[in-house]
């Protein structure tokens, strides 16, 4: 009997311990004083599409949990909660409370409504990158851009908790200019595709990391047209050891095909030079160089 007492105490200071670093989406009695949780969502160093970095309506997920345990799907303190953006605040379902301890929040954009692997979340990046936004769906560039933050260390506090998001995946921005014997004005409506690149990944949401899917099917992505002359698309950071058809643009119904080796790096955004010839044989490339993080 005594060993029996032993072990139905031992366990409920198990249940306790894990409790005190738990809070389940139903809102649990608040002790007097308890301060809530607040989160300021701080946009990569610039801003986005609009210029106006999150837009209202946009939501991201959020985990928040103890310091000394590992960030898992389910058991933390604040397990994927969804923070929608109202213009001004991020709000909650619910309210969060801190209890005391030390902390780490993390917090990723566009949001899962399912996570069930917070080290190999898998994720993928649009193939049609130029569609639009439609009501509360992302368009397809937008959709690729996976964002992501963590901040550590955090203790009960009134004040916001700032969580700084950087860019995870890589892009690719082609700028079509105009070759010394190319007649004519460069053209508007051209169509840029991005060749050869596995859009499928996985995503350490503890570390910030996008890994490419090993096994995963190359495929081609459609940029979108940032102006009239520039192209983007959001890549899945990875390597191409062998020289492959790249970078197509199509103009007017003629095809314009660039191939070589790349390194899509992640949170680097890749600048390439496209001048046009009035022979697509004679089109030359000029790699612009590399910019860490980017302001769309």
């Not at 590992?70 to 303190?77: I, T």
């Not at 649009?126 to 368009?139: F, H, I, K, V, Y």
């Not at 082609?174 to 596995?198: C, F, M, Q, S």
Request: aromatic letters at 8%; one cysteine or more; proline letters at 6%.
């Amino acid at each position: 009997m005594k060993q029996h007492s032993l072990i139905l105490a031992c366990l409920a200071c198990l249940l306790l311990a894990m409790q005190s670093c738990s809070q389940t989406d139903a809102p649990e009695p608040v002790a007097t004083g308890a301060k809530p949780m607040r989160f300021v969502m701080d946009y990569p160093s610039a801003t986005r599409v609009t210029d106006t970095g999150f837009e209202q309506g946009d939501s991201v997920g959020v985990f928040v949990a103890c310091d000394t345990l590992p960030l898992e799907p389910g058991g933390n303190v604040v397990n994927n909660e969804a923070l929608s953006f109202d213009g001004s605040n991020w709000t909650a379902r619910h309210t969060l409370y801190w209890d005391d301890g030390t902390y780490n929040a993390y917090a990723y954009y566009p949001y899962h409504r399912q996570v069930s692997s917070t080290d190999d979340l898998p994720d993928t990046v649009a193939l049609d990158q130029s569609t639009s936004a439609t009501g509360t769906t992302p368009g397809g560039y937008e959709a690729s851009d996976l964002l992501w933050a963590r901040t550590t260390g955090i203790k009960a506090t009134a004040d916001p908790v700032h969580l700084q998001f950087s860019h995870i995946m890589s892009k690719v921005t082609i700028r079509l200019i105009k070759g010394e014997d190319y007649e004519g004005d460069l053209p508007t409506d051209a169509v840029v595709y991005i060749h050869n690149t596995v859009p499928a990944a996985t995503v350490d949401l503890s570390a910030g990391v996008v890994t490419k899917t090993p096994k995963g099917t190359r495929a081609t992505i459609k940029a979108r047209q940032e102006s009239g002359t520039i192209y983007s698309a959001i890549i899945v950071p990875q390597k191409l050891a062998n020289s492959v058809p790249l970078v197509e643009v199509v103009v007017k119904g003629v095809s314009y095909m660039y191939e070589s080796k790349f390194v899509f790096k992640p949170g680097t955004n890749h600048l390439i030079n496209l001048i046009l010839s009035d022979n697509p044989e004679q089109a030359k490339i000029e790699i612009g160089g590399e910019i860490e993080g980017w302001n769309q």
